[in-house]
């Protein structure tokens, strides 16, 4: 199949739980998303994973990459901890030693391979970078489709 992405109609879900309800009530055909975020119905055959849009296959998942179909795109389904523009410096330095903390931490790397995440974890400075380079990378990858 030639899924030509300007014809496909793009419908915003606020969260899994609206979207987990759109696809098994048959309301949208297909959807990216975490493949965490559908784990059990993943598991139980309620739903099917199509691709990972990672540069490699998923351990523990027998699903192919996007990149295995001819998809040169890798999505990231990352997660930051975001502040508002009036948290003081004193604040913010201290948010920052606490992650530093819990990402560094044996529980912290417990929870990653239970989950089958990898580790992201970024310094401010190294994540305010990637903030900016994401930003323009979705906008052409968008674009390139025809939702932006």
């Known amino acids: 199949m030639n899924l030509k992405p300007k014809l496909v ?3 915003a879900h606020d969260g899994r739980g609206p979207l987990l309800s759109a696809l098994l009530d048959g309301k949208v055909s297909f959807a ?3 493949a965490g975020e559908f784990a059990y119905q993943l598991r139980t055959g309620e739903l099917r994973a199509l ?3 990672a540069d490699s296959r998923v351990k523990g998942l027998d699903v192919p990459t996007g990149r ?3 998809v040169n795109v890798e999505v990231l389904n990352w997660r930051g901890v975001l502040g508002s523009p009036g948290v003081s410096l004193t604040e913010r330095s201290g948010l920052e030693q606490l ?3 819990l990402a560094t931490s044996a529980e912290w790397k417990t ?3 239970s989950n089958n995440w990898q580790d992201g ?3 401010p400075s ?3 970078s990637f903030l900016n380079v994401e930003r323009l990378r979705v906008r052409q990858v968008l674009g390139e489709i025809g939702i932006l």
């Open 9 to 11: 109609r793009y419908v």
């Open 32 to 34: 990216a998303a975490g």
């Open 51 to 53: 691709a990972v849009m």
């Open 68 to 70: 295995e179909f001819g």
């Open 99 to 101: 992650i530093w903390r």
């Open 111 to 113: 929870y990653l391979a």
């Open 121 to 123: 974890y970024l310094s």
């Open 126 to 128: 190294q994540f305010h």
